[in-house]
C-alpha cells in the first residue's frame, strides 16, 4: 500500500488566548515544546437571538449579563456543532499530527508501541484511506474529544466571568468580544484532542489532575487498539486476493 511521508516536525501552535495565560503546558511532552497549530474551526456563537445586545452605553451590569446569556448560549450551540460532521468540513493535517501526539502519549502510559505504531500508519496511508482510517478514531474517541472541548471552554469561561468585577474602562466591549471570538475558536475537536492529550498526559507524570473522573485513560487505550485492529483486519482482507475469483 502507498505510502505518504509525514514530517515529523510540526508548526509551533498560536493559540493566543485558548488556554490559560502561561499557554500551552508542556506537559503535552511534544519534543522541543513545538505544539500543531490550531486553525480556526469555523464555528461562530449566533447571537441574533440572545435577548441582551450591547452599545456603546455598556455598563458593567449590562456587560456581566451578556455574557452569562453568551457562555450559556454559546455552549448549546457548540455541542450541536461538534455533532454536525457536515458543518466541520475537512479534516487537517494538524488534527491528524495531534492524533499522533495522542498515540504516542497512549504507548506511554501502557507499554503499547506495537499498536500505537500500527494506529500512526494507518494515518499516513493514501489520502482516502487516511481520511477513512481517520474517521473511524474520531467516531471511536467522540465521547472523550467532546469532554475535552467542554474542559477548555470551562476554563476559558472561568477567565471571563473571573473579569466581572472589573471596571468598563478596563473591560469594556472590545475586550468582551475578544474573548468571545476566543471562546468560539475553542469550539474544535483539535482542541479536544489537545485537552485529552494534556489530562493523559497530567495522569502519566502523577500529577493532580482534576479531569481524571472525566478522562478515562483505560477507555482510550481500548478504543486506539479496537480501532487499530479492525483497521489491520481490513487492510490484511484487501491485500489477500479472492481464491475464487482468481481461478
Same mark, same amino acid.
Request: glycine share 6%; proline share 2%.
Given at each position: 500500500m502507498k505510502k505518504i511521508g509525514l514530517t515529523s516536525t510540526i508548526a509551533i501552535v498560536l493559540l493566543t488566548g485558548c488556554v490559560p495565560t502561561g499557554g500551552l503546558p508542556t506537559s503535552l511532552g511534544l519534543q522541543n515544546e513545538t505544539q500543531p497549530k490550531v486553525e480556526n474551526s469555523g464555528f461562530m456563537t449566533d447571537k441574533s437571538t440572545f435577548m441582551r445586545t450591547l452599545g456603546t452605553d455598556i455598563t458593567v451590569q449590562s456587560r456581566n449579563a451578556y455574557m452569562d446569556e453568551?457562555?450559556? *448560549?454559546?455552549?448549546?450551540?457548540?455541542?450541536?456543532?461538534? &455533532?454536525?460532521? !457536515? *458543518? *466541520?468540513?475537512? =479534516?487537517?493535517?494538524?488534527?491528524?499530527?495531534?492524533? #499522533? &501526539?495522542?498515540?504516542?502519549?497512549?504507548?506511554?502510559?501502557?507499554? #503499547? =508501541?506495537?499498536?500505537?505504531?500500527?494506529? *500512526?500508519? /494507518?494515518? #499516513?496511508?493514501? =489520502?482516502? /484511506?487516511? /481520511?477513512? &482510517?481517520?474517521?473511524?478514531?474520531? &467516531?471511536a474517541l467522540s465521547p472523550e474529544i467532546r469532554r475535552g472541548v467542554e474542559i477548555g471552554r470551562a476554563r476559558y469561561a472561568k477567565e471571563m466571568t473571573g473579569k466581572k468585577s472589573?471596571?468598563?474602562?478596563?473591560?469594556?466591549? /472590545? @475586550? !468582551?468580544?475578544?474573548? #468571545?471570538?476566543?471562546?468560539? =475558536?475553542?469550539? @474544535?475537536?483539535?482542541?479536544? !484532542?489537545i485537552e485529552i492529550n494534556r489530562a493523559l498526559k497530567d495522569m502519566q507524570n502523577g500529577m493532580a489532575s482534576t479531569q481524571q473522573s472525566i478522562i478515562d485513560p483505560q477507555a482510550i487505550k481500548d478504543k486506539v487498539t479496537a480501532v487499530t485492529n479492525e483497521v489491520k483486519e481490513k487492510e490484511e482482507t484487501v491485500a489477500v486476493p479472492d481464491n475464487n475469483q482468481s481461478k
Open positions: 453568551f457562555i450559556l *448560549k454559546s455552549d448549546i450551540q457548540c455541542q450541536r456543532y461538534l &455533532n454536525d460532521p !457536515l *458543518k *466541520k468540513g475537512e =479534516k487537517s493535517a494538524t488534527e491528524s499530527s495531534l492524533y #499522533m &501526539n495522542l498515540f504516542d502519549t497512549v504507548s506511554g502510559m501502557f507499554g #503499547m =508501541k506495537y499498536i500505537t505504531d500500527s494506529a *500512526k500508519s /494507518a494515518l #499516513m496511508d493514501d =489520502k482516502s /484511506a487516511t /481520511a477513512e &482510517n481517520q474517521q473511524a478514531y474520531e &467516531n472589573l471596571p468598563i474602562e478596563q473591560y469594556g466591549l /472590545a @475586550n !468582551l468580544e475578544q474573548d #468571545m471570538t476566543t471562546y468560539d =475558536k475553542q469550539c @474544535n475537536d483539535e482542541y479536544g !484532542l
